[in-house]
Every structure is written in C-alpha cells, then in structure tokens.
C-alpha cells in the first residue's frame, strides 16, 4: 500500500467489486474515448471478450505473483475512484514497465491522478528497482499529457495504430529513467525475471514520504 495524505494506492482485490463496477458504469462515457478495444490477453492467450471483475483480478493477481505486473487501486478519501497498473515489467537489462490509470470524472483536477502516478513512479524505482516507466496516451487526451509533463517524463514519439473503443489512432510515448551513479542488477544472474518474493510482488509497502518524482514540483 502507497500512501501520500488523502490519496492511497492498494492492491485491487475481488470485495472491491460493487465499488469498481459503480465507478466504472458512472464514468463510461467519460472514459469511452480511451478505452481499449480488446482486454489484455490472459497466460492461456488472446481474449475476444471483455472479462468479468472477477476474471480481471484473477489475470492482474497472476501477473503480478510472476513478477509483470502491479495492479492497484486509487482511494481518495477512504473511497475507491480509480485504478492504476504498472503493466508490462520487463526485468534482465530493461528492468522497465508502463503505466495506465483512470480515474473518476468527480475527482479529477484534485491531483488525485499526479500525485498516484508519482507515488507508484518512486515505488517503481526505490522498490521495486525499476530503470524506466513508460506512459503511452492519445495526444488528444490534454489532461493526460499534462500529469506526465508535470511529474518530468520525457516525450519520446508517437506509436501508431494503437486502437481504443472509438477510433484506430496513434499514442503519444513518454518515459521517465530513472539516474544512477552505478550499474545495479535487477535479477539473478542469467535468469532475466525477478525473483519470487523479489520486489515486484511488494506492493504493501508504504512508500517513502519524500518522492523524487516530486521534488521542486506543484501537484495541483
């Protein structure tokens, strides 16, 4: 668990149902616009049919229990408004993943979404031991492009042909690294995935109340 003032971040869990299917339906339209079109393929391969909660959490526990993955939830003030899913971990010489999130309509320009991405970037690089996080969004989507300009992620170019509920459309790339004096290893050696009860699966962890991806910078 993540925590900076009213704003947490934990893991997503199966009794969050009622509250993220709510949240979910109340903001449909909202989110429709960057939404995928076809759900992240499971172990056993490509889904043609968008999950159940249950089958969503299910793939999002399995992913992270190997290591790929760390799916959270986003409260603001005791309530659940969000989710948020480092997505992708790539461990040996990468040791990088990318981050998606949405958030309720009612809460957004609080800061609730900057300071959650900034709280998961720190966790990414002081815990879990991270060297790149990559956030991909519609350059249509301004408010999105704002929290990564704020929180110092560098534009990288467009990635094209990526397709969402409305439209095919390109997505921006923009990446933050993180600045090491020395090289570091990110799994045992030869193995290229983290280890089993490595920091990839530590997702209960308070991070540190001074973030690097904060410093000198107003969240709004």
Known sequence: MLVDGDIVLRPIRLRDQKAWREVNRRNRDWLRPWEATIPPPTPSG????????????????????????????IEYQGRLVGQLTVAGITWGSMCSGHVGYWVDEAVAG??????AVAMVVDHCFRTVGLHRVEVCIRPENAPSR??????????????????????PGATISSSRSRRRRRPTVCSPAGTGHAPRSGPATSC?????????????????
Not at 56 to 61: E, F, S
Not at 110 to 115: I, K, Q, S
Not at 205 to 210: I, K, L, N, P
């Open 46 to 73: 490509p889904v043609t049919h968008r999950p159940t909660y249950r089958q969503m959490v299910r793939h999002l526990r399995a992913e992270a229990n190997a290591g790929r993955m760390l799916p959270f939830v």
């Open 110 to 115: 609080r800061g609730v979404v900057p300071t």
């Open 146 to 167: 704002r929290v990564v300009e704020k929180l110092g992620f560098r534009e990288e170019g467009l990635r094209p042909d990526i397709c969402t509920s409305t439209e």
């Open 204 to 220: 209960r962890d308070v991070s540190d109340t001074t973030r690097e991806s904060r410093t000198d910078r107003e969240i709004e």
